[in-house]
DNA sequence: GGGTGACGTAGACTTTGTCTAAAAACTCGA
DNA sequence: TCGAGTTTTTAGACAAAGTCTACGTCACCC
């Protein structure tokens, strides 16, 4: 039942904090995308957060966007999010949570764990782990014929 | 409980009623494409496919493949299985099931749905009605370190 | 024969993402 | 402070999946 506060912009301090404590080196590149990241609950391409983060003359190169996109992730600080075959989603909640994905927008809603029970979890296959579980939940637009 | 039989491959006449009673004109190149998805369950991209279809001497083009892809999961006769960011898998199978994806291997396996219950499926958004629930299990090989 | 519509095709093109090779920026001990 | 080694950033080439366009082909009908 405990329910996370609203996401709100971080201080610089706290960014820092935060990627030194999750063992990414807090570099000014990698401080702006966090930034970008973080300011609110949101889900953002990796093509979204290279024009936000060059939006005012801060310069941040497409390799250092899809490098930084890729340690954050593999370090547990956003989780990638895959429901469109054209792109992948950065979430900066990393909380168990699943998915609303409207078809006709694009629009990518979050659904709070405790929303959605997941029954019976079958047995994995032999010689395998378990990395986490992804429901998306389609939707599209009421009469949209 | 009740299971559907392992897929077999088609006779030519069972894969033209299958485009007739799904309201698809069975054209040789839609045959033969229906040929390759419907010989087994398997989760085949469309690059699987565009190989398959064209190895002994059969010439079906690209973009046929893509339109023809598009146009059967449209029309119901198979579905898109999104969960790799770098291609679609299409399934024959189209029974309410979820999905196994090993990550380390690419390997994609079904799970039946009286696996996997779901439990209180949350209210939609206002104005949309829904299309699907994908679950998707990702999974690890043990020891990968 | 000629028109119409559905379908298939080559190949150009777009988009997302990766890779390479080099420059720049840190780290740290002498 | 110097300098060697390491980490990070970068421009731009590259790759792969998928889309689009413009044209060809075929069936059907008159
Ligand atoms: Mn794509
Ligand atoms: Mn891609
Ligand atoms: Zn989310
Ligand atoms: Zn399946």
């Known amino acids: 039942m405990q329910k996370r506060p609203p996401r709100q ?19 000014m590149q990698r ?6 990241l973080f300011a609110r609950d949101q889900h953002l391409s990796a093509d979204d957060v290279l024009k936000q983060v060059n939006q005012d003359s801060a310069r941040v190169s497409k390799a250092t966007v899809y ?3 890729g ?8 989780r990638e999010v895959i429901v469109d075959p054209s792109r992948v989603f950065y979430d900066p909640n990393t909380c168990e949570h699943h998915h609303f994905y409207n078809v006709d927008t694009g629009e990518l809603m979050d659904i709070d764990a405790d929303q959605l029970a997941l029954m019976n979890l079958p047995t994995l296959p032999a010689g395998t782990v378990a990395d986490g ?8 637009n009421q009469a949209s014929a």
Do not use: M, W, Y
């Not at 340690?71 to 956003?78: E, M, N, R, S, Y």
């Not at 992804?134 to 939707?139: F, N």
């Open 9 to 27: 912009p971080l201080s610089q301090q706290q960014v820092i904090d935060l990627l030194d404590s999750h063992g990414v080196q807090p570099t």
């Open 31 to 36: 401080q702006e995308i966090a930034q970008v």
């Open 67 to 69: 490098n930084t996109l």
């Open 71 to 78: 340690l954050f992730a593999a370090k547990g600080l956003i």
């Open 133 to 140: 579980v992804d429901v998306i939940i389609r939707i599209r």
